[in-house]
């Protein structure tokens, strides 16, 4: 029961996702053919205001409502980034959706998107699997 705060609060944002068009495979198609800002617009202004928000993290050491110091770990860059940014990206632009959005699609009422789904779930579990011997 404790959770159901979690339940609501992805109800809304799948409601935003669906009122803001950023589920649809049309969008989705129109950003990777260069025919509409609409999408780059969304993902830009989301990575702006994420940049913001980590600078003011750290600048204020803001803390959790819990009170704990929110600890940001650096990440070192390296060539699996890369791969894993394309094999990300060509499934994005396969389906036409990111892994977020097919939870939205899905409770909409569009279940072949349950194969999409499954696919990223066992990508994740494949993933699991061989990461110990991928390049990181």
Do not use: D
């Amino acid at each position: 029961m404790s959770k159901i705060k979690f339940l609501i609060l992805g109800f809304i944002f799948g409601v935003i996702l669906i009122k803001a068009e950023v589920i649809s495979w049309f969008r989705i198609q129109e950003m990777f053919r260069f025919q509409s800002f609409h999408m780059y617009g969304i993902i830009g202004s989301a990575v702006v205001i994420g940049m913001i928000s980590i600078w003011l993290i750290k600048k204020y050491k803001v803390k959790t409502i819990a009170g704990e110091e929110i600890k940001i770990a650096s990440k070192e860059f390296n060539k699996g980034n890369v791969i894993g940014g394309l094999i990300f990206g060509l499934g994005w632009a396969m389906t036409g959706a990111c892994p977020g959005p097919l939870y939205a699609l899905v409770g909409s009422g569009l279940l072949i998107v349950l194969v999409a789904l499954l696919s990223a779930v066992i990508g994740t579990w494949v993933y699991g699997i061989l990461k110990n011997k991928l390049p990181h």
